[in-house]
């Protein structure tokens, strides 16, 4: 079955630090993955997405996220975090063609340290 | 351009009664999926309507049902409910395109549905 793992629960960045956050994939095919941010009692945000060229994809915000076949991940990463980018972020994959049906990961609380 | 909007904003129920949440996509989206989040949780996927059909569902009791109007809005109903069915309950809407380029859904803010 189509889906993504986000290994940790809670990321921890000093403000002005380099923010990694980890998503690895496991699909069938070619797969379609997205990242969004959620901040308290929002819904979903838009970061970014990739479906196919180039393995460095650049978002919203500053985000960008690198495409790895052979690691089959995609994490999301941000060269310098911003105290406003704590919130909780969602790795995504799109299941099967022909519907917009997408299984998320269980989602990484980053908190930017002032 | 306005976002996806959902009414209502929150929602307190007690179990066995029946809720309908609804749904307005952004213009031009003929697209609408349903997510419920549980708390702690990523979102699960429910439904996906497109041009008033079914076109996925989740597994997802059939207390669970939904529909899409001529103008692309739609409502989730939830029948019986049980205190398990507590959650945020998010609407995306997503403008089909033809060929390779796959876009992306949006996402509205959700409604957040107590049931005691």
């Known amino acids: 079955a189509q889906s993504v793992a986000q290994p940790e629960d809670q990321v921890n960045v000093a403000e002005g630090n380099p923010l990694t956050v980890k998503c690895t994939y496991s699909v069938s095919g070619n797969p379609y993955l997205f990242w969004y941010v959620q901040y308290p009692n929002r819904g979903l945000q838009f970061l970014l997405k990739y479906i196919t060229g180039d393995n460095l994809v650049k978002g919203s915000y500053g985000f960008e996220a690198e495409f790895n076949k052979s690691q089959t991940s995609f994490h999301l990463k941000k060269p310098s975090a911003l105290v406003s980018d704590s919130a909780l972020y969602f790795c995504a994959v799109r299941v099967g063609s022909g519907n917009n049906r997408l299984a998320f990961g269980k989602g990484n609380q980053v908190v930017v340290i002032p | 351009d306005a976002g996806v909007t959902q009414s209502p904003t929150h929602l307190i129920k007690t179990r066995g009664q029946h809720v309908t949440l609804r749904c307005s996509p952004i213009s031009g989206h003929k697209s609408v999926s349903w997510y419920q989040q549980v708390l702690g949780q990523g979102p699960q996927f429910i439904f996906q309507y497109y041009e008033k059909e079914e076109r996925g569902r989740g597994n997802f009791p059939d207390r669970f049902s939904a529909r899409q109007f001529p103008n692309y809005s739609s409502e989730l109903n939830v029948n019986a409910l049980l205190l398990g069915d507590s959650a945020l309950y998010l609407c995306?809407?997503?403008?089909?395109?033809?060929?390779?380029?796959?876009?992306?859904?949006?996402f509205g803010p959700g409604t957040r549905l107590t049931v005691l």
């Open positions: 995306a809407s997503r403008r089909q395109r033809q060929g390779a380029f796959y876009n992306e859904q949006f």
